[in-house]
């Protein structure tokens, strides 16, 4: 049998996210009859906190979808995941950044009386937020802002690229993802090492300053 070949991991850059971030507030509406113009989007709130969940915690989109509300603490960031399906998803508990509980508070907020057994994400007439939902709202996103392959997995990629740049380790990353084996996750760790690798050549003062 032919080897095997992984796609390659390309994970978003600081302007794809503000890109994507932006892309939730706004709508534009073609030239027609009348004048294109903007409008505020009225589930920029709600948008905004998919985005940020999916990138701080790196959770899977079937995984997102079956959050609920009292799984979140906005108070020390921790989220759980449930066990819903035996071969992709673990339980387990993975967190939130400031910046993100922030943007979670402020949809659930604008959202009617909610309690800890409804779903987090719901559309405006309170249906689930479906998996096919999610991904054409990322969909949208990608062809509005012309940021290109939006997917959920790319947000998960960064999620892991980010943890290990910034000192994390890599079983603790393997927790975190919900991951069984050590492989994926060193596929994340041989990026990071790659990009500190490049960054100190950029940087390195005995060669910049040609002693």
Same mark, same amino acid.
């Given at each position: ?55 701080? +915690?790196?959770? *899977? /989109?079937?995984? %997102? ?10 108070? @020390?960031?921790? #989220? !759980? ?48 937020? +479906?998996?096919? *939902? /999610?991904?054409? %709202? ?10 290109? @392959?939006?997917? #959920? !997995? ?58």
């Amino acid at each position: 049998m032919p080897s095997w070949e992984s796609k390659e991991i390309i994970p978003y850059t600081e302007d794809e996210i503000k890109a994507l971030l932006k892309g939730c507030e706004y709508a534009n509406v073609p030239e027609g009859k009348r004048k294109a113009y903007r409008f505020r989007r009225h589930n920029a709130l709600r948008d905004k906190a998919i985005i940020f969940v999916l990138l701080d +915690t790196g959770v *899977r /989109v079937g995984e %997102l979808t079956r959050l609920k509300v009292g799984d979140v603490n906005l108070e @020390n960031g921790e #989220v !759980h995941v449930r066990n819903f399906h035996v071969k992709k998803t673990h339980a387990r508990t993975t967190f939130l950044g400031k910046t993100a509980r922030k943007a979670v508070w402020r949809y659930l907020v604008e959202r009617d009386e909610t309690r800890p057994d409804d779903l987090l994400f719901v559309t405006t007439d309170d249906r689930p937020m +479906t998996r096919q *939902r /999610v991904l054409a %709202l990322l969909a949208r996103l990608g062809k509005t802002t012309g940021v290109r @392959n939006v997917c #959920v !997995h790319r947000f998960r990629h960064t999620c892991a690229i980010q943890y290990l740049r910034n000192g994390g380790d890599i079983f603790t990353l393997q927790r975190l993802l919900g991951h069984k084996r050590l492989d994926m996750v060193n596929r994340y760790l041989n990026i990071a090492t790659s990009d500190l690798q490049t960054a100190h050549q950029k940087a390195s003062p005995a060669d910049r300053w040609r002693l």
